[in-house]
């Protein structure tokens, strides 16, 4: 079986979900090197994509971690519509969810904003550039987002010149 957040990602893909992965893990993928607990998505946040995201993550008990009680992720239709973002804790590692970025916007702002990259086995997922990560990452204006900034920086410095030769 693959590591926790691999495995969730292809679950994910698998399941039909639509989603953009976003935050520390998008910057690992594009060749940041720290470290991070969860990974981070930004969802179409319908009723269907809810209850698909739901519907994959069932086997795995997530639950809401912002909670104090850890409720069980138990979506309706109706449930759907009072949601901005899903903080979850599964078997197998944490989830965030976001309907949007700051400084990028909403799902279809972010989908526009994102490439499909290969994370290796022909696991094909849309991942956040390194330029909208960038602005995403400065948008937050929080302390530990300075890391990756110039880390994210030195790497579009890189691919720039690797496109130059």
Same mark, same amino acid.
């Given at each position: 079986?693959?590591?926790?957040?691999?495995?969730?990602?292809?679950?994910?893909?698998?399941?039909? %979900?639509?989603? %953009?992965? +976003?935050?520390?893990?998008? @910057? =690992? +993928?594009?060749?940041?090197?720290?470290?991070?607990?969860?990974?981070?998505?930004?969802?179409?946040?319908?009723?269907?994509?809810?209850?698909?995201?739901?519907? +994959?993550?069932?086997?795995?008990?997530? =639950?809401?971690?912002?909670?104090?009680?850890?409720?069980?992720?138990?979506?309706? +239709?109706?449930?759907?519509?009072?949601?901005?973002?899903?903080? !979850?804790?599964?078997?197998?590692?944490?989830?965030?969810? !976001?309907?949007?970025?700051?400084?990028? @916007?909403?799902?279809?702002? =972010?989908?526009?904003?994102?490439?499909?990259?290969? !994370?290796?086995?022909?696991?094909?997922?849309? %991942?956040?550039? =390194?330029?909208?990560?960038?602005?995403?990452?400065?948008?937050?204006?929080?302390?530990?987002?300075?890391?990756?900034?110039?880390?994210?920086?030195?790497?579009?410095?890189?691919?720039?010149?690797?496109?130059?030769?």
């Amino acid at each position: 079986m693959k590591g926790g957040f691999l495995n969730l990602i292809e679950r994910l893909k698998k399941g039909g %979900v639509k989603f %953009v992965l +976003v935050g520390g893990f998008a @910057g =690992v +993928v594009h060749g940041c090197t720290y470290v991070t607990q969860d990974i981070d998505i930004c969802c179409d946040f319908s009723a269907d994509n809810l209850l698909a995201l739901q519907k +994959v993550l069932k086997e795995l008990h997530p =639950v809401h971690r912002m909670t104090p009680q850890r409720l069980k992720l138990k979506l309706t +239709v109706e449930s759907c519509t009072r949601f901005k973002n899903l903080y !979850l804790d599964t078997d197998i590692g944490q989830v965030d969810c !976001l309907a949007s970025i700051d400084g990028l @916007g909403d799902y279809k702002d =972010v989908e526009k904003l994102s490439e499909i990259t290969d !994370l290796g086995g022909g696991l094909r997922i849309r %991942v956040l550039t =390194v330029d909208s990560l960038i602005k995403a990452r400065k948008a937050m204006k929080r302390p530990r987002d300075r890391e990756a900034v110039l880390q994210l920086e030195a790497i579009k410095k890189m691919q720039k010149k690797n496109r130059e030769i």
